[in-house]
């Protein structure tokens, strides 16, 4: 309830009694005699609001008016850090830039196989560029899928994105339409073999690694024994048979 403040009379009461009473004391007959009697009237007004002060209120049924709150602030994007590496910075830039599209994309466009195939595209975008920022040697492998690939799929989604947004069937939306979800499964497995050539190099060191252990156990007739067992495995099969 809204609180209301009831100013009290008294003291101006007070005012018109002490001026009675002065004029009838004492004269009135020069300025001087009113400027006395004006501070006398003042005094006596003070102690009067002292002695009876202004009384508060609330009404039943008001509702106490709510301040209007203050628009939020949108939160302020950070500014990413910089690696030192002026590549691998504008490679981040760009991870944030089409992953940011992908999304809109995705949220617009109702397929629900192309949406599946967006949420693919978006793992594995930020999968590649995860690997590159982890190892800068490996940018040159990317260059194909930076330069042409990835601008590329965007456009075409786009493309089919403002082609579905249009609500009409015709022969050239419809068409292109179809190429694009064609051609989405191919794109899908491009992205998905670029990021597997990036452990290629990896793997070829893992293989490298596996070989040596081989020979190693070998020589220490571990490796015989284990494929004395596996031999021995596939006769106990063999019988069964």
């Not at 601008?151 to 609500?167: E, F, H, Q, S, V």
């Not at 069937?169 to 794109?187: C, F, H, L, R």
């Amino acid at each position: 309830m809204a609180k209301h403040v009831k100013r009290s009379v008294l003291p101006i009461y007070l005012i018109g009694v002490t001026s009675l009473v002065y004029a009838l004391v004492f004269p009135l007959r020069r300025p001087v005699h009113y400027a006395l009697c004006a501070a006398v009237c003042a005094v006596v007004f003070v102690v009067g609001k002292a002695i009876f002060p202004d009384k508060a209120y609330a009404m039943p049924g008001e509702e106490k008016k709510e301040e209007p709150k203050k628009k939020e602030e949108a939160p302020k994007k950070e500014t990413p850090k910089s690696t030192g590496n002026p590549e691998i910075d504008a490679l981040l830039k760009e991870r944030e830039r089409a992953l940011s599209e992908m999304r809109r994309l995705n949220d617009s466009i109702e397929d629900e196989k192309i949406s599946a195939q967006i949420d693919h595209l978006e793992e594995v975008t930020g999968k590649i560029i995860d690997q590159v920022v982890a190892q800068p040697k490996k940018l040159p492998q990317i260059r194909r899928f930076l330069d042409y690939y990835l601008p590329t799929t965007l456009k075409i989604l786009n493309a089919y994105d403002r082609m579905d947004a249009a609500g009409i069937s015709g022969s050239n939306i419809d068409a292109t339409k179809g190429k694009v979800e064609t051609m989405m499964d191919t794109i899908v497995q491009a992205f998905d073999k670029q990021l597997d050539a990036l452990f290629g190099e990896e793997a070829l060191d893992i293989s490298t690694d596996i070989t040596v252990m081989e020979n190693l156990l070998a020589r220490e007739g571990l490796g015989g024994m284990q494929m004395g067992q596996e031999q021995k495995k596939d006769t106990d099969v063999n019988l069964e048979l």
